[in-house]
């Protein structure tokens, strides 16, 4: 790799760490993610996995449906930071080259999702599953390792969809209002009315992942291709917005 990609990455991961509502917000997905598995498992978790249309494995990642809110912050919030006080200019003046910035920032947003993302799935569930007693669910498991790593790869994926979407609106609070909503309202309402095209929205595909058995029309991986389809879209929406429209 070229030193200058190197460089660009390092100052690119720098901004990062140093922005607190980025820095804020990544941490936001380990912490939050963990204690909501925590508290979910500890209050009521061993009386879902007793009921009659149980999906203990699914159950275990419950959580992650507030760390993708946390991953969308991060996503937001680490672009928007560039579309403030001139941030993108002084950013361009330092690295002309803009598919080389584009490149390395959505880089370092992808990078530091996937391993906080992994983290976060790995330890929800471990300490998630202490509090099961006989439920208790191991990595062994049928689909456990599986939704393990798949929990990581859909968090990064979900934080680089809005972060590409960041770029084309240039507004993490426009990016959020959409997404949020959209997340914990739009894709639910869609689904009762069509289940068949709600397995097709970027979280419901992608959360395929998490079901020992999906019982959709996509199966785990093909459900989070879709996923990394859309978040491609929104990263090449992203790309064409930074290229072309003045800073």
């Known amino acids: 790799m070229p030193?200058?990609?190197?460089?660009?990455?390092?100052?690119?991961?720098?901004?990062?760490?140093?922005?607190?509502?980025?820095?804020?917000?990544?941490?936001?997905?380990?912490?939050?993610?963990?204690?909501?598995?925590?508290?979910?498992?500890?209050?009521?978790?061993?009386?879902?996995?007793?009921?009659?249309?149980?999906?203990?494995?699914?159950?275990?990642?419950?959580a992650l449906n507030f760390g993708q809110i946390a991953a969308i912050a991060f996503g937001a919030t680490a672009l928007s930071s560039e579309f403030t006080g001139g941030a993108l200019r002084v950013s361009l003046s330092a690295v002309p080259r803009r598919g080389l910035f584009y490149a390395s920032k959505m880089a370092v947003v992808g990078v530091a999702a996937l391993v906080v993302g992994e983290a976060t799935g790995l330890v929800s569930f471990l300490l998630g599953q202490l509090f099961m007693g006989e439920s208790a669910l191991g990595l062994g498991d049928p689909g456990v390792l599986r939704a393990v790593l798949g929990s990581g790869v859909y968090l990064a994926l979900m934080a680089l969809f809005a972060a590409g979407l960041t770029a084309l609106l240039r507004s993490a609070v426009a990016v959020m209002s959409i997404l949020i909503p959209f997340m914990l309202i739009v894709s639910f309402v869609v689904g009762d009315v069509s289940a068949g095209a709600a397995d097709f929205l970027p979280d419901r595909a992608g959360q395929t992942i998490l079901h020992e058995t999906p019982t959709g029309s996509l199966g785990p991986w093909s459900g989070l291709a879709v996923t990394a389809a859309w978040t491609g879209a929104a990263l090449t929406a992203g790309w064409r917005a930074v290229r072309t429209r003045d800073v």
Request: hydrophobic content about 50%; aromatic content about 10%.
């Open 3 to 62: 030193q200058t990609a190197v460089a660009v990455l390092r100052s690119e991961w720098i901004k990062t760490r140093s922005v607190r509502a980025v820095h804020g917000s990544l941490t936001a997905v380990f912490a939050v993610t963990v204690a909501i598995s925590v508290l979910f498992s500890a209050t009521v978790g061993q009386s879902e996995a007793n009921g009659l249309d149980a999906e203990p494995l699914f159950n275990a990642f419950y």
